[in-house]
């Protein structure tokens, strides 16, 4: 079990460091690898529609042809928002939506870059298998500083508009376009 929470850990480090994990990780849409090639010069962290590759996270996926697809992504890299992601044992994903080296949102995420389970919860809990086990809030990343505030009580996040109404104590992080990361 520590074997597998070694490794889990590992991934997060490399995740929430923007970092990508495997040079063979490949985004389901070819234009955002591309695009990423093009506009920072490094692949996007990420595989599937997960993490940057998801294509939510430009224009709530919605764009007209690969210029446009590029003018999201350069929007959504200036913006701010930090996302990583670490695989789960079950085929899912966790994906971390960080402010600086803060947590702000965690949720589980299927391969199709889909919330699936909102909240810290489900990512952190006591016993193997888990990223982080309880207690274990503080991360140090390699070259990234200090990682903090995840845990049990994390908030989750939903992909949503940039334009919609925010129920209390909600908060939206810019990613590009019209779209958006609710943290609830």
Not at 27 to 37: E, G, L, N, S, V
Not at 49 to 56: G, I, S
Not at 86 to 108: E, K, R, Y
Request: charged share 10%; proline share 3%; glycine share 16%.
């Amino acid at each position: 079990m520590s074997k597998i929470l070694t490794a889990l850990t590992f991934c997060v480090l490399l995740a929430l460091a923007g970092r990508p994990l495997a040079a063979s990780a490949q985004c389901r849409d070819p234009w955002i690898a591309k695009a990423y090639q093009q506009a920072a010069n490094r692949a996007p962290v990420g595989q599937a529609d997960v993490c940057e590759c998801n294509t939510k996270l430009y224009n709530n996926g919605s764009w007209g042809n690969y210029d446009e697809l590029l003018g999201y992504v350069k929007q959504f890299l200036q913006s701010g928002t930090r996302v990583g992601y670490a695989p789960l044992s079950n085929g899912n994903f966790a994906m971390a939506v960080l402010t600086g080296n803060q947590v702000s949102a965690v949720s589980v995420v299927n391969s199709g870059g889909n919330v699936i389970a909102p909240g810290g919860a489900n990512v952190v809990a006591a016993g193997g298998g888990n990223i982080v086990a309880a207690g274990g809030g503080n991360i140090v990343a390699a070259g990234g500083g200090n990682i903090t505030g995840l845990s049990a009580s994390s908030p989750g996040f939903a992909f949503g508009s940039s334009r919609s109404l925010l129920s209390a104590g909600q908060q939206r992080k810019a990613t590009s376009g019209s779209g958006a990361i609710v943290i609830r």
